[in-house]
């Protein structure tokens, strides 16, 4: 099992840019790690993954934009989010993945104003 914990989320204003962190009690066995948001009414949808061996995957929509880094000496993951819109206006969750399993954090709220 692994817990993890959200943080960096806040307002800011459109082409702002915020920087979330997810600290893992733990990265044994984590398989990949990913960022998830779900803004009201809409589906839980994959932001960014970061993969064994290093591999990336972003939704279009925020390509060019974020940057998914991981640090395993700190057990932390990394969203880095530029030129925000108010569309990536969401709460944010951090993801990670052992051996098929899904566990999730609490998510921390992202408002960008136009």
């Known amino acids: 099992q692994v817990q993890l914990v959200e943080s960096g989320g806040g307002l800011v204003q459109a082409g702002g840019s915020l920087r979330l962190s997810c600290a893992a009690s733990?990265?044994?066995?984590?398989?990949?790690m990913a960022w998830y948001r779900q803004a009201p009414g809409k589906q839980r949808e994959l932001v960014a993954g970061?993969?064994?061996?290093?591999?990336?995957d972003y939704a279009d929509s925020v390509k060019g934009r974020f940057t998914i880094s991981k640090d395993n000496a700190n057990k932390a993951l990394y969203l880095q989010m530029n030129s925000l819109k108010p569309e990536d206006t969401a709460v944010y969750y951090c993801?990670?993945?052992?051996?098929?399993?899904?566990?999730w954090g609490q998510g921390t709220q992202v408002t960008v104003s136009s």
């Open positions: 970061l993969f064994i061996g290093g591999m990336t």
């Open positions: 733990s990265v044994f066995q984590i398989n990949t």
């Open positions: 993801n990670a993945r052992i051996r098929g399993e899904d566990y």
